[in-house]
């Protein structure tokens, strides 16, 4: 029992490392006609290397593709990327159906180019935070780690 | 269980309360090959030819944890346009939590609950690399194994390992250069070994050319396969391993032992209690 009390005597030391007891699960996604990646993969990257599993879902996934996907993965929150000018249909369409599918836990975060006065619409929406170009990931990592689920 | 109930038992697979399933018919198909020679394109097209002839078609698809972070950057299934739609379908992305075998235990549990709900064939594609291509024989009723050309020397490539357990190799990617003189020399290598060789099948995920074939072949496999102490072995360290990983004090031991209070008799001995 001596080197299982020893071991006991490092509980509450910190590493300097962030290990996550239970790694979130988030769909990133890309709803609607719009080629642009580049934003949502960095995004993905960023969580992942915050600890959390991260699930892409590649280009041009209608919203019902992407409340399906959601629940499919079991996934706390979905990330939805709109450069395309088109998020103030898409995004709150993803909302309404993550809430008809009984989804209305998942939380739901926006990003890419959305003008500041759409913004309040979206937020009416259901869209739980919009992380628009200049975003640091820690910001998003914060706005992650202080979720309550 | 609904479908969402479905998905969020498969988040607890330790505590799946189904009847273990039975090994005929077989429903479990293993998906193995290094990174780049099409598995992900090569599944979306079973997939499909799966869900036409009216199987009802779960697939599973691991990809790495980061051994820094523990996050994973799950990304299969954007190479699979067959599987967002439709209730015949269901996929589902898993990370392997750094459990080294890639999680065979909770991924048996998972299977065993998938069929018990209905679902007829299961896939599992592996990550790619690895001692869990080998552990993947715990869990999969057949195991595919997927080669390409242009991989250099597949032989040298592949050593001891999954090509002996493999139960039917596709070289996928016959649309390209040199998929012929693969099959031909992956067909004899298989020739020295004393055991009926696996068949080995030309095939391209790109146009569909041989999927037919290749579906037929899987189905028409033997049900008593190759090397029954090879997956029995793996199915029984598969199962050491997670008793270890879920110790309580998993975490504190590792701890004391990277940081050098503990040796790994110690260590070992303390995991070895329950």
Redesign the interface.
Known sequence: MGALSAIRGVQGVSTGGHVMASPLRIVIAKPGLDGHDRGAKVVARALRDAGHEVIYTGLRRTPEQIVRIAMDEDAQVVGLSSLSGAHGFLFPRVCELLRDAGLDDIVVFGGGIIPERDRPALHEAGVAAIFGPGTTSSEMVTFLDNLEF | MN??EL??S??SAESIDCPKRTMEPWRVLGVTGAPGVGKSCLVDRIVSQWLDRGERVAILAIDP??P????????D???MSSV??GDDV????I?TRNLPGGIPVRLDRMVDLLVHEGWTRIIIETVGSGQSEIRIVAVADRLLLVEGPARGDVIQAEKAGVLELADLIAVNKSDLQGAEKVADEIRLSLNFSDNEPAPVILCSAENGDGIGQLLDTIDSLPSARGPAIARSRERLLAHHQEFLLSHP?F???L??FS?G??NIE??F??LRRG
């Open positions: 479908r969402r998905a969020r498969l988040s944890s980061s820094v972070s523990g996050g994973a950057l799950l990304g299934r954007m190479r967002d739609g269901f996929f589902r992305s990370a004090d975490s504190d031991v701890k004391g940081e209070r503990l110690e260590a001995e303390i």
